[in-house]
């Protein structure tokens, strides 16, 4: 049984940093993983994704400030996020699925396995 569990989300201003944890249980992280994120009154989105070649996929709103990354020891799927703005406010999933297509542009669909998600909330 696959388990994602999330912790690292908060409010913080703008401009500020908060880095996002998800440890997999009953799944090897050197596959396909991700996070989406979903704002109130919006459809789930792609944030970022890193294949089990080791390459990473950004969305465009987020490139160059946010970076994902692997513990392959713990087993933990990393979200460091920096020079945050007010849209990046959003409820953040870690997501698995060796299946899966494995890019941030990808459609939420397609992933099998989710975390229960952790809030951030960027204020002005």
């Known amino acids: 049984q696959v388990q994602l569990v999330e912790t690292g989300g908060g409010s913080v201003q703008a401009g500020g940093s908060l880095t996002l944890s998800c440890t997999a249980y009953?799944?090897?992280?050197?596959?396909?993983t991700g996070w989406f994120r979903q704002a109130p009154g919006k459809e789930r989105e792609g944030v970022a994704a890193?294949?089990?070649?080791?390459?990473?996929t950004y969305a465009d709103s987020v490139k160059g400030r946010f970076t994902i990354s692997k513990d392959y020891a713990t087993n933990t799927l990393y979200l460091q996020m920096t020079s945050l703005k007010l849209e990046d406010t959003a409820r953040y999933y870690c997501?698995?699925?060796?299946?899966?297509?494995?890019?941030?542009?990808?459609?939420?669909?397609?992933?099998?396995?989710w975390g229960q998600g952790t809030q951030v909330t960027v204020s002005s």
């Open positions: 890193v294949a089990n070649d080791g390459s990473t």
């Open positions: 997501a698995a699925d060796r299946n899966a297509p494995c890019t941030a542009g990808s459609n939420w669909v397609s992933w099998r396995y």
């Open positions: 009953g799944y090897s992280i050197n596959q396909c």
